[in-house]
């Protein structure tokens, strides 16, 4: 079946603009998880979404960073007034119930900031 | 606060030639230890789920066993397209306030020479 899809996958801005990337869960999956993962590192969390409700912002880095999943579906990442420092990969990730279940991650998007 | 300490950074191997790879946790109430493979340019790809102290998996070639402290990958006779990335992640409980998604290493980079 269908997996976690992403887009875009690259995506390249200006210091200052407005960004916004898109996560397709896999159909059905209750859950949905933000990561931010920088060259040679580990992912790391972002924020966590069940259904439509965001229920952990914890990691997100600063207000510039707002998600939203409005029909508990398809979720959106939005970087405002982008900065260098934003530059890392993306990651999507949907699991079927709790925050507890397996979760599987979409390809990414790599953002790169000049 | 969850950390994931992963030991070698990278490993290179001759085909055919075993070893472990090793994950050092720090956890509130762990829900979970889980590892995931990850090839360059694309979203980590599950491979294993582990619960409790004790309990081992196995996938082809991999073995992933548990302790309270840390989690062993094992690698039997490994292939060159065994080459990848390995991360160790964990999922805490409220009691110690973790954040909702993964608490993830940095990873062992593997290289399985011909």
């Known amino acids: 079946g269908a997996g976690v899809s992403q887009s875009p996958r690259y995506k390249v801005a200006k210091r200052g603009q407005d960004v916004a990337l898109r996560c397709d869960p896999i159909?059905?999956?209750?859950?949905l998880f933000w990561y931010q993962q920088a060259l040679g590192q580990g992912p790391e969390f972002l924020t966590y979404?069940?259904?439509?409700?965001?229920?952990?912002k914890s990691g997100l880095p600063s207000d510039r960073f707002f998600a939203e999943r409005p029909e508990g579906s398809v979720s959106t990442l939005k970087i405002q007034r982008t900065q260098q420092e934003d530059s890392a990969v993306y990651l999507c990730?949907?699991?079927?119930?709790?925050?507890?279940?397996?979760?599987?991650f979409g390809p990414g998007t790599r953002l790169t900031v000049l | 606060e969850d950390q994931v300490t992963q030991s070698p950074e990278a490993l290179r191997l001759q085909e055919g030639e075993s070893s472990s790879l090793n994950c050092s946790y720090t956890v509130s109430g762990l829900r979970g230890l889980f590892w995931y493979r990850q090839d360059p340019g694309k979203g980590p790809e599950f491979l294993f789920t582990l619960y409790s102290a004790g309990e081992e998996k196995e996938k082809e070639r991999l073995k992933a066993t548990l302790t309270k402290k840390e989690s062993f990958l094992h690698i039997t006779a490994p292939k060159p397209e065994d080459s990848a990335t390995y991360l160790c992640a964990v999922q805490g409980g409220y009691s110690g306030g973790g954040a909702d998604g993964l608490t993830f290493g940095k990873g062992t980079h593997l290289i399985i020479q011909p």
């Open positions: 979404f069940q259904n439509e409700a965001q229920l952990d």
């Open positions: 990730a949907s699991s079927l119930g709790g925050r507890t279940d397996t979760q599987y």
């Open positions: 159909s059905g999956h209750v859950s």
